[in-house]
Structure formats: C-alpha cells, structure tokens
C-alpha cells in the first residue's frame, strides 16, 4: 500500500512525486541536501569571444561543414537546411513498406516504421559572441518569430505531423559549436515525449473537462512557491515533478495550443520569458549555463487532438553544485526511476535569488 506523504512534510523526507504530464513519478531524497550548500561559484577561465569567427560553419558569410555551402552575410535569424540530417525528406521504396517481413508470430516483436521529415538549423543572431541570455527581447522576438514562420511552413506539408523545435547549449548538452542557434525537426510521426504529453492532457480533459496545464499553472500562481518569474502572458516555473535540478518550464497562462496563435504582444512575453529563464541560469553559477530546451505544442497531422495540447517549453540544464559540477542520470534513474536531491521549491528560490541582469552586463566581452 502507497504511504502518502503530507505536503508539508516534503521538504524532510524522501518521497515520489508523480508527474501528470508523462504519467510517471521521480524519487525525491531532500535529506541528502540538508548539509550545509557547498557549491562553489567558480571563476572558469573565459575565452574573449568574437562578433565572428572566420573558422565558424555558423557565422555570416562562411563555409558550412558540408565545405560547400557558404552562408549569406546574414543580419538577423537564419535558417538552412541541416548539412547531416537525422531524417531524409524523401522515402524509398523498401521504407515504405515499413515493417520487416516476418511470421505473424514474432512480428509484433519486430516492428519498424519509415520516416520522413525536415531537419533545419536556426541561427538566432548574426554574432558568435552571443547566447540567449545576452540578447534584447527585441532580438529573441526575431527568433519567435522565425519559429512560427517554419512551425507553419513545415505543418503545411502534407506528411509532417510534428515540429519539435528545440536549442542545445553547451558542451556538456552535446553542442559544440558557441554560435547561438537551435534546430527544427518536423517529423511524419508524433514523437514519444509529445505523444506521452498528448495522451496525458487528453485523459484529463475526457475526466475533468478542462485542461491540465491550464489547472496546474493556476495551482501554482495560487502559492508561487515554485514561480521564478511571470509576466502578463507566461509563467517560469521549477515543476513540482522536476527531473533535473534547475529544470524550469514555461507555460502560457491562456490556453493557447501552438506558436502562430501569439499575439504580438504574447510573443514579446515569450522574449522576456526565454531571456529571464537563461539569464537567472548563467547568474547561478557565474558560467554560460548549459541546457536542452525544446518548445512541445500542437501536432500539425490536421488531428482532432491538437485543441488538447497546451503550449509549454521545457529547460533540461544538467549543471548541480557549480559551474563543473553536473547531474547524470545514472544506475538507480536508469533502471528504476528518475531521482533528484534537492527539491522543486529549493530549486525555485535559488533562481528567485539570481538577479534579472546579466552577470557579464558592463563587461568587455568581445574582440
């Protein structure tokens, strides 16, 4: 039998959090945080940055890494199609006959499916020296803006079902090059993590008649105790189910199911909201704060349940105690379930407490 934990209590001992989203729990142990914080801010060494970089396949007017396209001496955003791509726009003849041949016996033990769809690559600013957190709300609404100019190109196409639209910062996320920029896949399939989503907000509103984030994002402003920042139009939230330890999500406060239905001045929010979110992360630690980031809204399959999905990003940053010292899913999160040491509401606090202006704001930072 379950042993519930009364919420007051949660803060003293180990206990499972459920997450409504993905219909799964993550172990909380905040005992092992009571030692006193330890974690050091750290002065790592910086390289001086440049506006451009002439070795750079990102910057204005260089060779991309496929050594033959050359991109235009762009000034704003810029999007090209990814030189490697994980999907191929175009199906074969043995992909469309998706699974393999086999006896109906074993088959549903081996099953496979084609898939086609667009990878593209989004520059977000012209200069190398940048990140989202150093950049205006007036230069990352240019970045909103290119999002739902391909969001709606892309959903056009008759076999993409998805957009996943998502930034990868930092080394330690798997990203090599500095160049602020981010990806956009569409996909003819429905991910799992937007499928996990979708099949969650759907079982809520069929036995609640209303809509889970739009419910959870009340819940939370009604105490506050894990809001990091809200503006008219979007709240930055550490989830009561966070994974990660600084992991933060920002939910639309109007039900709004996918980018193209931001009003001007919702998309100015957003800004504020992505620029607020990444400047309280480098804040923390004194470092340019890694982290996934990706955008889950409305399927473009022209479905039914696209009316179900709330629009929300997720920040997935890794970093734990300082600027080297990180989080990794290991052993007991990867063979039983996800765990994290300190708690959601801790988490939240510590980023209420990192100023809103850069700590790089006045500094010499390029060459």
Not at 105 to 110: D, G, H, N, P, V
Request: glycine share 4%; with cysteine.
């Amino acid at each position: 039998m379950m042993n519930e934990v009364h919420m007051d209590n949660l803060a003293n001992q180990s206990h499972r959090r459920w997450n409504p989203l993905t219909s799964s729990w993550v172990l909380c142990s905040p005992h092992r945080a009571k030692r006193p914080w330890l974690g050091q801010q750290e002065n790592i060494p910086k390289a001086v940055k440049k506006q451009h970089d002439a070795t750079c396949f990102l910057c204005p007017s260089n060779m991309r890494s496929d050594g033959q396209s050359r991109n235009p001496a762009y000034a704003s955003t810029f999007v090209f199609p990814n030189d490697f791509p994980a999907v191929q726009g175009e199906a074969t003849s043995e992909e469309n006959s998706a699974t393999e041949r086999r006896s109906p016996s074993i088959s549903e033990l081996f099953q496979a499916e084609s898939v086609r769809g667009q990878c593209h690559v989004v520059c977000f600013s012209p200069r190398h020296d940048l990140t989202m957190a150093e950049m205006t709300i007036d230069e990352i609404v240019l970045v909103i803006d290119t999002w739902v100019d391909e969001y709606m190109r892309l959903g056009t196409l008759d076999y993409i079902d998805y957009v996943q639209i998502f930034e990868n910062k930092g080394e330690a996320m798997g990203c090599s090059n500095p160049h602020p920029h981010g990806q956009i896949w569409g996909t003819s399939n429905i991910p799992e993590e937007p499928s996990k989503e979708l099949r969650s907000m759907r079982a809520y509103r069929q036995s609640h008649g209303t809509c889970l984030l739009c419910d959870y994002a009340a819940a939370e402003v009604s105490n506050a105790i894990r809001v990091v920042h809200a503006n008219p139009s979007f709240l930055c939230i550490v989830p009561f189910w966070a994974v990660w330890p600084y992991e933060i999500m920002i939910v639309s406060k109007r039900h709004i199911t996918a980018l193209p239905e931001l009003s001007g001045n919702e998309r100015r929010d957003l800004a504020d909201a992505l620029r607020n979110v990444t400047c309280r992360y480098d804040n923390l630690f004194k470092t340019s704060f890694p982290y996934s980031m990706g955008i889950h809204q409305a399927p473009t399959d022209g479905g039914q349940t696209a009316g179900e999905l709330h629009l929300h990003l997720h920040f997935y940053p890794p970093l734990l105690r300082s600027a080297t010292v990180k989080k990794f899913l290991v052993g007991f999160e990867m063979l039983a379930e996800p765990q994290r040491d300190i708690t959601a509401e801790e988490a939240a606090e510590r980023l209420r407490q990192c100023s809103e202006v850069h700590y790089l704001s006045g500094h010499e930072r390029n060459g």
